[in-house]
C-alpha cells in the first residue's frame, strides 16, 4: 500500500436535518414510554395506596404537564437530536481551541459504565469502595508527577469549580493569617479564562487584570505596578490562550509571593506541557487540570467534567474535605483536615469522570504523557506555519516565534478587505461538518479564532481543517455573499437572535414559548 | 523494516511522519518548538508514572480489577439515600447519553450542535412542567451549587445581605453553601422541632428582618420528613420582603405539591434522581428554577437556552438568552460565573422525563411512598427501634432512631454489613440531637424480600442475638 494517505475537502457534506418535533409536539394522551413497577401486594396490603399518609395540602393536585410518549418514538426523537449534534468523533475538532478537543477513548467510557462504579453509593462503608478510592488516590500520585504539588483533590466538578477552590483556599490563607481585611485584590491576566476573574469577584476580591504587551504576554513592570500589601494572590495561565509561553513567570510568582500573596497556576489545559515544565519549577502554591480537556475524558455537551486541584504541602491543611488517605493497606476519606475551606460540589466530585482520567494515563504511561504533549505541540506549529499562508488570516504577537499547545489567530485582514466575519466564516465551517471558535470576550485580537490540534488528528486531518480554512478565504474573496448566507447545508438556517435578549419575548421553556409564541398566533 | 509503531491515541508519533512534520516547519527537533521555555523551568526529571498499558484488552482486565474491590448497590440490599439515591435507570437514558454525538460533543454553535441545544431546551421546559415554574437553566454542578446560587441571586434581587437557613439541612451541603456566600451573605441557621423535624416558626420569626434576602429549607427535608408549614414560611419570609427558595428532589414531584404552589420564588435541587447513575456521587447536577420576571432572571449566572426562529419559515432555532449577563461576557462583571457543569446529565433527565411522562412520575412517587412506609411499619415494630424517628409524614427516606437498642448505629451497620446490607446514613456525628439515629432510604430497587431479610437480621442485630 501506498505510504501517503490523501485528504479530502468534503464539498458534498450534509448535516442530518430531521426537521424534529419539540418533544411536546409529540405527545398523544394515553401513550407512555416506561412502566415502572408497582410494589407487591403485601406491602400494597399493609399501608394502602401511600397517599393517605400525607396531608391533603402536601399531595400534588394537577399532575406535571409532561407529554406522553411511546417508547419507540422517545427514543427516535434523541437519536434524530443526537444525529444533529456534530461531536468529537465526527469533528475534525481543533476549532474550539482552548478546549483540548482530543479523542476520548471509547474503553474509558465502557470502564465508567461498570456497575461496580456507576452503581456505587458515595456513604457506602470504606471497605466496601477500597477500588473506587484506589483510583482517587493514585490518580494523585500521577497528578502530582506531573505538576511537582504535593496533594490533589478531585472535588471540584470543573476548570472553574477548582478556580473557585484556589480562591476559596487564597481567602482562608490569609484569614487564618489575619490578613483577609487588607488583602482584597487578586490579579490576573486578560487572556486567562473569564473564570479566574470571575470566580476571584464571587469570592469579593476586587480583580486587576494585566493586559498584553506587543507579544501578546502581561509584563513584570506592570505587574510590579500593582503588587503589594493589597494583594491577595495571583491566578494565571501560561501559555495563555495565545499559545505564547511567558518565559518571565517565575518572576510573576516571585513578585507576588514576595509581596505576601498566594499563586494559582490555572493549567485547565497543561496539553502541551505534561513532563516538560510543572507548576513546582515555576514556584506556584497550587494549580488544577481539567481532566475534561488535557485527560481524554469527554466534554459531554458541557460536562459532567472534571478539576484536579494540586497544592504545596503549605496548603494542605486549607484542601477541601474529604481527602483521600493511604496507610499501605486500607484507603480512607480523611474529613479531618484543619483549615480545610469545607466543601465546594457534593461528596467526593465527579468519580466516574476521574476513572477515565485514570484510565487515560495508565493507557500511556510516563512517556506517553510527554509524547501527547510533544506531538500536541508539533501538531500545533505545523499548523500555525499553514494557517499563516491563508489569504487574509493571521497570528498575532510573537512573530517568528514558535508557539506551544494553541494559537490565537485573526481573520481581520480578510474581514477589511472583503466584510466578512469570524462568525460568518464558524458559520460556514458547518457546511464542510466542522466548528471553528471565535475566542472568549472581549475581542483584544479582532476577528479572533483559536486553533488547538492537540496529539489526536494525523497530519492529513490537520491539513484538510487548513484546507477548508484556505478553501473558505477564497471563497470569502471571490464569493462573500456564499459565506455571509451559510450555513447553507447544516441542520437550520440563520437564527434570529432578537427574542433572546427581549424579556417579552425570550422562551426559555415550552410554557413561556405557548404563553408568548403560540398564544398569539393560534 | 521496524519502524517504531505509533501509540493508537497520538498518529502523528510515527518516526517518518514526524520527521516530515518537522522539516516542514524548519525545525530540528521538538524541543526546539519548546525554545522559550527558561531552563530553569524545563523538568529535565522522569515522572513516576507506571508504563503504558497500551493494549486495550490489558487495560480493561487492570481496571476492572481494582473496580473488582467495590461492591455495589447491585451486589448489596442498600438503605443509603442522603443526597446520592439509587433508583432504576432506565437502559434508553444510558442508550441516549452514550451517543457519541452527544458525549463528545461540547461548545458548539447551533449549526453543528442542534441538538444538544433543542435537548436542553426540552429539559428545561420539562423540568419547568414538573416545577410548575416558568424557567429552568441548564444544569450547575450540584444541588450544592444550585442551592448555593439561589441564595446569591436572592441577595442580588433584594440587595440585602444574609439568608436564613434550616438548620436540619445536609450539613455538607450547609458547608458549601456558607463557603460559596461568604462575604455576601451572612448565613444563619433557623432551629428545628426535634421531634418532627419541622421549622420552628417562632424562631424564624424572630430572625426575619429588613436585611433578611432570603429563607431556604428542603421538601423533603435532609432527614426525609416533609416540610408541612411551606405555605406559612412563605407567607412570614414574603412579609418581611425575602424569597423564599426551597430545596427539592425532582423525582418526588409527581405525588408532592410543587414548592412555587406554597410560594417559593426559587426552587433548586438536584437530577442525579432523574436517570442518572450514582456513581460514587460523581452523577449529580443541580437544577434553579424561577418565575419570568426579568429582575430574576438576570440574575442567573447560568447558560439559559431559548427556543426561536430562523430565516426559513417553520424552522426552530435554539440560543442564549440574555448572554450579557454572565462572565463569558463580562469576566467579573458578569453574575457569579459560568463554565462547564454538568450539561451530560441533564440531556439524561430530559430523557427521563420524556419517558416517564406525568403517569410514570406519579407511579414512582406513589411506590416510594409505600415502600418507605412498608419499611418504616416493619422497623417500628423491632424492639427497642423507632420509626419514623421524627413524627412527620415522608417520602422515600426518614430518620430511624435506635436509642432504644441500647446499640450504636456504627455497630448496627457493621453487623449488617456481614449480611451484604448498606444500612442508613448514621446521623449521630451529624445531629447530635437525634442520639443514635440513621437516616434510611428505599428506592423501587429495594424489593419487599430483600426488606423482609433486612428486618429478620437486624432483629436478630439489635436483640443481641
Known amino acids: 500500500m501506498s505510504t501517503k494517505r490523501s485528504f479530502k475537502v468534503r464539498t458534498n457534506f450534509h448535516q442530518a436535518k430531521w426537521d424534529e418535533e419539540l418533544i411536546f409536539e409529540l405527545h398523544k394522551p394515553g401513550e407512555r414510554g416506561f412502566v415502572v413497577a408497582p410494589v407487591e401486594k403485601g406491602i400494597e396490603a399493609e399501608v394502602g395506596n401511600g397517599l393517605s399518609a400525607l396531608p391533603a395540602h402536601m399531595i400534588r393536585q394537577k399532575a406535571p404537564d409532561l407529554p406522553e410518549v411511546g417508547q419507540m418514538r422517545v427514543v427516535k426523537h434523541f437519536m434524530r437530536l443526537s444525529q444533529e449534534n456534530l461531536g468529537g468523533d465526527l469533528n475534525i475538532d481543533i476549532g474550539q481551541g482552548t478546549c483540548t478537543m482530543k479523542y476520548n477513548p471509547k474503553i474509558n467510557d465502557v470502564l465508567a459504565s461498570n456497575p461496580k462504579l456507576a452503581r456505587l453509593h458515595p456513604l457506602q462503608d470504606e471497605r466496601t469502595v477500597q477500588g473506587a478510592l484506589e483510583v482517587l488516590y493514585s490518580l494523585d500520585l500521577y497528578m502530582r508527577e506531573i505538576s511537582g504539588m504535593d496533594r490533589f483533590s478531585f472535588q471540584p466538578a470543573s476548570g472553574s469549580g477548582a478556580i473557585l477552590n484556589m480562591v476559596s483556599i487564597i481567602q482562608a490563607y490569609h484569614r487564618d493569617r489575619g490578613e483577609a481585611e487588607t488583602r482584597d485584590e487578586i490579579i490576573t491576566t486578560i487572556f486567562s479564562h473569564p473564570s479566574d476573574a470571575a470566580a476571584a469577584a464571587v469570592k469579593g476580591y476586587k480583580v486587576i487584570t494585566l493586559m498584553q504587551n506587543e507579544d501578546g504576554l502581561p509584563t513584570v513592570e506592570d505587574l510590579r505596578k500593582v503588587v503589594g500589601p493589597r494583594t491577595a494572590g495571583l491566578l494565571i495561565t501560561n501559555p495563555e490562550d495565545t499559545g505564547i509561553f511567558n518565559p518571565h513567570i517565575a518572576e510573576f510568582v516571585r513578585l507576588v509571593q514576595e509581596a505576601g500573596g498566594l499563586c494559582g497556576y490555572d493549567q485547565a489545559n497543561v496539553n502541551g506541557l505534561m513532563g516538560i515544565t510543572r507548576a513546582k519549577e515555576a514556584g506556584f502554591d497550587m494549580c488544577f487540570f481539567n481532566l475534561h480537556k488535557t485527560f481524554g475524558t469527554p466534554h459531554g455537551c458541557g460536562g459532567p467534567a472534571g478539576g484536579a486541584l494540586g497544592v504545596t504541602k503549605a496548603l494542605q491543611d486549607f484542601m477541601p474535605v474529604p481527602l483521600v488517605e493511604f496507610d499501605g493497606r486500607t484507603y480512607s476519606l480523611n474529613e479531618n483536615v484543619s483549615k480545610s475551606i469545607g466543601k465546594t460540589r457534593s461528596f467526593y466530585g465527579t468519580v466516574q469522570v476521574a476513572l477515565k482520567a485514570y484510565a487515560w494515563v495508565r493507557a500511556l504511561g510516563a512517556e506517553g504523557l510527554r509524547e501527547v504533549s510533544e506531538i500536541a505541540v508539533l501538531n500545533n506549529n505545523y499548523v500555525l506555519e499553514k494557517i499563516k499562508k491563508i489569504r487574509g488570516a493571521s497570528a498575532p504577537y510573537a512573530r517568528g516565534r514558535r508557539r506551544i499547545e494553541q494559537v490565537r489567530y485573526s481573520w481581520e485582514q480578510l474581514h477589511q478587505d472583503t466584510g466578512v466575519t469570524t462568525e460568518d466564516i464558524a458559520l460556514r465551517m458547518a457546511d464542510y461538518g466542522m466548528h471553528l471558535w471565535s475566542s472568549h470576550h472581549p475581542f483584544i485580537v479582532p476577528q479572533p479564532f483559536t486553533i488547538e490540534p492537540t496529539e489526536s488528528y494525523s497530519k492529513e486531518e490537520l491539513d484538510e481543517y487548513v484546507a477548508v480554512l484556505t478553501k473558505i478565504s477564497e471563497e470569502a474573496y471571490t464569493e462573500p455573499e456564499t459565506v455571509k448566507t451559510a450555513p447553507h447545508r447544516s441542520v437550520c438556517r440563520k437564527i434570529d437572535h432578537h427574542d433572546f435578549d427581549d424579556p417579552a419575548k425570550w422562551a426559555i421553556t415550552w410554557r413561556l414559548y405557548k404563553r408568548k409564541h403560540l398564544a398569539k398566533n393560534p | ?465
Open chain 2, 1 to 465: 523494516m521496524t519502524e517504531r509503531r505509533a501509540h493508537p491515541y497520538i498518529p502523528n508519533s510515527v518516526p517518518r511522519v514526524k520527521a516530515e512534520m518537522l522539516a516542514e516547519i524548519g525545525a530540528r527537533d521538538v524541543d526546539e518548538l519548546y525554545g522559550d521555555i527558561p531552563e530553569s523551568l524545563r523538568f529535565r526529571g522522569k515522572m513516576d508514572i507506571p508504563g503504558p498499558i497500551a493494549s486495550e484488552s490489558l487495560l480493561k482486565k487492570h481496571v476492572e480489577g481494582i473496580l473488582a474491590k467495590n461492591t455495589s448497590c447491585e451486589e448489596a440490599t442498600s438503605f443509603l439515600g442522603a443526597g446520592c439515591y439509587n433508583h432504576y435507570v432506565p437502559v434508553i437514558c444510558d442508550e441516549i447519553n452514550r451517543r457519541s454525538e452527544f458525549i463528545t460533543a461540547y461548545a458548539g454553535e447551533p449549526y453543528e450542535d442542534f441538538g444538544r441545544f433543542q435537548v436542553l431546551w426540552e429539559y428545561e421546559s420539562l423540568m419547568a412542567e414538573l416545577l410548575d415554574m416558568d424557567i429552568c437553566n441548564v444544569p450547575t454542578y450540584d444541588w450544592f451549587q444550585a442551592a448555593s446560587t439561589s441564595l446569591r441571586m436572592s441577595g442580588r434581587y433584594t440587595g440585602r445581605g444574609k439568608a436564613l437557613l434550616a438548620a436540619n439541612i445536609s450539613p455538607d451541603r450547609l458547608k458549601a453553601i456558607r463557603n460559596y456566600c461568604q462575604p455576601v451573605l451572612m448565613i444563619e441557621t433557623v432551629a428545628f422541632d426535634p421531634k418532627t423535624g419541622l421549622m420552628e416558626l417562632a424562631d424564624l420569626q424572630a430572625k426575619l428582618s429588613s436585611d433578611v434576602a432570603a429563607v431556604y429549607f428542603e421538601n423533603p427535608g435532609y432527614l426525609g420528613f416533609l416540610e408541612t408549614q411551606g405555605q406559612r414560611i412563605a407567607d412570614l419570609a414574603h412579609a418581611a420582603g425575602a424569597l423564599l427558595v426551597v430545596g427539592a428532589d425532582p423525582n418526588s414531584l409527581g405525588v408532592l405539591t410543587p414548592p412555587s404552589q406554597y410560594g417559593a420564588d426559587l426552587v433548586c435541587g438536584d437530577i442525579q434522581t432523574l436517570g442518572n447513575h450514582m456513581s460514587f456521587g460523581g452523577g449529580m447536577g443541580g437544577f434553579i428554577a424561577t418565575r419570568d420576571e426579568e429582575k430574576l432572571v438576570m440574575e442567573y449566572p447560568s447558560r439559559l437556552f431559548g427556543i426561536s426562529t430562523t430565516e426559513v419559515p417553520g424552522e426552530y432555532g435554539f440560543g442564549d438568552v440574555a448572554y450579557d449577563r454572565t462572565s463569558f461576557a463580562h469576566r467579573e462583571k458578569g453574575k457569579e460565573f459560568i463554565g462547564t457543569a454538568a450539561a451530560l446529565h441533564g440531556i439524561t433527565a430530559c430523557v427521563y422525563l420524556a419517558l416517564m411522562g406525568p403517569v410514570g412520575m406519579q407511579e414512582l412517587g406513589v411506590h416510594l411512598l409505600q415502600k418507605a412506609q412498608y419499611l418504616a411499619k416493619k422497623l417500628s415494630a423491632i424492639k427497642g427501634v423507632r420509626a419514623p424517628g421524627l413524627e412527620s409524614p415522608f417520602y422515600k427516606e426518614f430518620v430511624v432512631d435506635f436509642n432504644g437498642t441500647g446499640r450504636t448505629v456504627a455497630e448496627i451497620n457493621g453487623a449488617l454489613l456481614e449480611h451484604r446490607i448498606f444500612g442508613g446514613k448514621d446521623l449521630s456525628k451529624d445531629f447530635p440531637v437525634l442520639g443514635q439515629s440513621a437516616l434510611y432510604c428505599v428506592t423501587e430497587l429495594v424489593s419487599q424480600e430483600e426488606i423482609d431479610r433486612f428486618v429478620t437480621v437486624l432483629n436478630d442485630i439489635v436483640g443481641g442475638k
